[in-house]
């Protein structure tokens, strides 16, 4: 991403927020369209990158700026690749982006990916995050994210008193120093806060099954859902339902089942952005242990399925046999690189 002072006419490749000279706000700018000038490809293996032969092309931008990236596919130098290009259908698609040395510019790339949305002032948006260390999850969602999440939902359109932040707390939890510990609570002092756990719940049916849905949630328009990438070794996952099942009170076991019933149609649930942010992400190598791991990722979708199926396939681990017939629409990062990477971890 570059950095441009609209006033002075520079632009600068690191990221900054004003400009060094009159302090006006820099535009950011992502470039668009790469041209293939070098392929250099690879057939020894090594540490970081195991499976062989790969291709690493060199790409120069529309602002003549030169990067890296890998791929497994065949192209040729002088080709051109528009990327990121085209849209991601809300149901099925999952975008993925490696985190570079910028990583708000590594999410607004993945955010380009899907189509634009607004917010009208009417609408009442919620943040869901993970503010609480398991004996599985040590991860907390990271605060950097939940802020550059606000700022996208301002951006869109959304004001400071349309956003609350919620996370399932026990009852009687210290809020303030749960919220001080995980680094949350200057955006606690800034937007309204909800331990969904204190709120009114709602019973209501769908599918034969009853869906005990907090008010706040049954109210609100729109949800970011920021979860922690979480990815068992020992049984079929479907780590993003799961994290989203924490919404409901009750046992997660049952909870996930529901989940993975849950049809968008029945709108009990609001319209839902999962992000999920695998600069750091856990692999469970039994259910009573893990260990975390740097895949260095970010992954985004509008549905919880779909985003499941892709992980679960990114891992080369069984899913959910309730994903079996999920499709999924990737966009990003070549599912064979990540998929090279991964082996890493597990
Ligand atoms: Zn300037």
Redesign the pocket.
């Known amino acids: 991403m570059y950095y441009r ?6 632009v600068w490749y690191y990221p900054l927020h004003e ?6 706000n ?1 535009e950011h700018i992502l470039p668009q369209h790469f041209k293939i000038v070098g392929i250099t490809n690879v057939n020894i293996a090594s540490v970081q990158n195991p499976k062989v032969p790969y291709a690493v092309l060199l790409l120069e931008d529309e602002h003549g700026q030169t990067h890296t990236r890998k791929t497994f596919k065949t192209y040729e130098i002088g080709q051109t690749l528009d990327w990121p290009s085209g849209k991601l259908d809300l149901k099925t698609g999952v975008a993925l982006q490696k985190i570079g040395y910028d990583f708000e510019a590594t999410l607004q790339t993945l955010l380009t990916l899907f189509p634009t949305r607004t917010f009208d002032p009417a609408q009442k948006i919620l943040l869901k995050v993970t503010l609480t260390p398991t004996e599985s999850c040590p991860l907390l969602t990271s605060p950097e994210l939940a802020r550059l999440m606000i700022a996208w939902l301002h951006t869109n359109g959304a004001g400071q008193d349309q956003i609350t932040l919620v996370d399932r707390l026990p009852r009687d939890a210290d809020v303030d120093s749960i919220l001080t510990t995980s680094g949350f609570a200057e955006l606690a002092q800034t937007y309204a806060w909800i331990n969904l756990t204190t709120e009114a719940h709602e019973s209501i049916p769908d599918q034969n099954v009853l869906f005990d849905i907090p008010q706040t949630v049954l109210h609100a328009n729109f949800m970011v859902h920021l979860p922690i990438l979480k990815i068992p070794t020992h049984k079929a996952m479907a780590p993003i339902t799961e994290s989203l099942a924490t919404l409901l009170p009750g046992q997660l076991g049952h909870n996930l089942e529901k989940m993975l019933n849950y049809r968008t149609s029945s709108n009990l649930l609001p319209d839902i952005l999962h992000v999920v942010d695998a600069a750091q992400a856990v692999v469970n190598p039994s259910s009573d242990s893990f260990k975390t791991v740097s895949p260095k990722l970010l992954l985004a979708s509008y549905s919880n399925k779909p985003l499941d199926r892709a992980i679960a396939d990114m891992a080369r681990k069984p899913y959910h046999d309730r994903l079996t017939n999920t499709d999924t629409n990737l966009l990003g990062e070549e599912l064979a690189v990540l998929q090279s990477e991964w082996s890493l971890f597990t």
Do not use: A, E, F, K
């Not at 002072?5 to 520079?10: G, H, K, V, Y």
């Open positions: 002072c609209p006033t002075c006419n520079l400009c060094v000279y009159c302090h006006h820099v």
